[in-house]
DNA sequence: GTGAAAGCGCTAACAG
DNA sequence: CTGTTAGCGCTTTCAC
């Protein structure tokens, strides 16, 4: 293997001065460098992380911990945040934490900061609490962190849940007239305090809620508490139907749920949207191309994942720069934007069914 | 941070013995194993594992290269890779090359071998030959290699090409009782060599041949050029419709295209499978949601994962141990199993619309 | 079985 | 601007 100890003998200068050269400080003359960039390019020159990371302390790797990258929502939140890291020159290592909260910690207790600058976690049951006593001193950025505005620990990223909703309500009601709407994918709650209320504050359905509301179509009816998977969904469309269905809309809280829900209706027998209007939330791929389409809040993962990697970069900066003034943790609502699809549109006569509305 | 010497120090030995220790090697006394186990504990120590890699040259650290997370089968195959080996105690970092080749070469040269025990590699476009010499000395696992069986470098993963088509368009043939069967996927030719003969000959559609022959099916109108995406897939569908549907069955080469077939088809207005029957090719999950829900081969995901990463150790193995007797490269082919669904049996009266086919 | 010492390849501190 | 020196935390000889 090549060493920075040879690239310099090749170059004529001492390995510092390598160093310093192929890391592009600007204290090194360009001729200088320019002869040890040459050198390490002859050499076929690669430097050993390992023993960079020991010595600095930095390693340019990122982890990422994951539910599961099955589901499509995961899969595209992992995929940004991997290009985006990919960018700036650092790499991201991924683990799957089977929607498990134990996984999850025993994984993140595993990690050791010489090889770690920074933790991106997706959290479906740890509090950001609990995962600061699991990941001690490494800088954290959670997703979605639902365990409330008032112990925030870190700095966290959340999908546009009020605009989101909103939007979806919005367009039922004002371009496609429903009336009777439902709000499908009420959690029970996971968190330790056992409040129902408490989780569904921080989670979308309360902000569908309240734009029901807004209209005057919140009852008591309005919520159905249901899990945000595709087999929910099935099973939630068929109990639906069994009730006779008593909504003419109705809005999911993620898009899989969504594609149950109409996979289940389309097993009925149900026509969407003629009986009743769909819309998803997140925009992963497959709405786009299932009949119907799905409408949907589709988010900015690209726009989340660079800010992710921009808030991170600033807390491994302040690490590094043993910066300890306390600073409030911040929360940074991504982008949406409302995909009008055929769950709510149907197939419009002037475009006929031959464009795909993406 | 807690080093090795602390917990040494509270374990009252040496550094030496401490790691002896940690690592469980049978030189340690039982007794003095448990004290520095404890000690570790008490301290709560997480070993630096850039020292541990500087010094011993493994970092348990693989690098998977993908072309794509949002493609949901190479999402399902990181997913079962990055599971398979954090059950072994390693990690996988993701590097995405965007289905472009020399992203991936540019990748695969940045690796340096000390923070990265090995490269599982998903090419669409570099062959075995070119990737090792980007690679080095670093080993790799292939998985499904077009480049061709003369000039394998390296241990390679593929998809079961023959038995999938085959058991695919047996059940056209037999069950379904299809005569007019379209092989879709041909791909346009990327090698070198410019030989669309080559490409053809290690990928799937070939094997569909064969078995479209065994029942004296074939002709030329079989093969049907097109990408294996969902956009190519409506885009072919539409085409087909304008030709007045030569077909009673639509044989995918993976699932994607499959769907995109499907949604195109619908947009016509063509049913299926009454009109037409549609099979596709790796058994993601959104096929098991969609209407009609998808006929296709699935890929053992998991056993290919768990393959592969059994090949690698053994590779891995090798070069630690400076075994160079020359060896045969291997190629396993994972198991398969052949869903049946709506999209070639349709909604079968006796079950009706209520159960999901899996 | 255990400990002492050397050193993996690099960067940081300092001297020139 | 460049070189010398020290040492990051661990594993690996090799004595004992």
Redesign the pocket.
Known sequence: ?V???QVAAEAG?????A??A??DLD???PE?KRRVIEAANRLDYR??TS??A???GRSDIFIAIIPDLDNQYYARFANALSNALSDRGKRLILQISRYDGDTELRQIRSIDPSTCDGLFVCSIANSGKVLHDAAGSIPVLMFDDMSGTADAYYDSIETPGQGGTAAAINHLVNECGRRRIGVVGALADRHDDGSLARALRTNRCNFALQALRSHGLADERSLIACDWSVDAGIDMAHRLAAQGMPYDALCCMNDELALGIMRGLAEEGINVPDAVAVTGFDGITSGSYTTPTLTTVAVDFEGMAQTGTAMMEQQVERLAANDTTPIMPQRVIVGFQLLKRESTLGRTATTGFTTRPR
């Open positions: 293997m060493t920075l100890k200068v001492s390995t510092s001065t160093s310093s192929l890391r204290i090194v003359r200088t430097i050993n023993a960079r020991l010595r600095s």
